[in-house]
């Protein structure tokens, strides 16, 4: 399937299954990372908090935004400026970086407290999915994709 088929397939699914696919494909995007031990480790614990908020919504908003928008993370393990720039590394960490904002932007839409979302998580709503899956196509995983993806008829 083609970039825009992906997109137009997956705009057409409920959240929760877009959700899976993405967290499906990060479980592969995630050994992009694994020259980077401590972006991987901190990658690696967001991807596991996100599919327990996708299994029992125990976790709160601010749990998964801490990985966006926290200054220890963003200047730390989670800074896109640790790679060079376009590289796959650092395009598989802003993918997981958009996957953990969807997620959390749909963790505070759920507690229906948006008003706190900070501007990064805000901006990681349906409108994200976009460059989720352009990142997804830059990263080589469009394959991987197209396996999670209903064929049309």
Known sequence: MSYSESLSVLEGQVWVKRAAIFLLILD????????????????????????????????????LAYYLDSDEMQNGPLGEHNFITESLEQDSLILILLVIGFF?????????????????????????????????YKVGAGGVLDVYLPKKC
Not at 106 to 120: I, L, N, T, W
């Open 104 to 136: 959390a932007h749909q963790a505070y839409k759920v507690s229906g407290r948006q008003e706190r979302m900070s501007a990064s998580v805000n901006e990681a709503g349906e409108q994200a999915v976009e460059y989720i899956v352009e990142y997804i």
């Open 28 to 63: 592969q995007t995630l050994d992009n990372l694994s020259s980077a031990p401590a972006t991987y480790t901190k990658c690696s614990e967001a991807i596991e908090l996100c599919w327990s908020w996708l299994t029992d919504r125990s976790l709160s908003p601010e749990q």
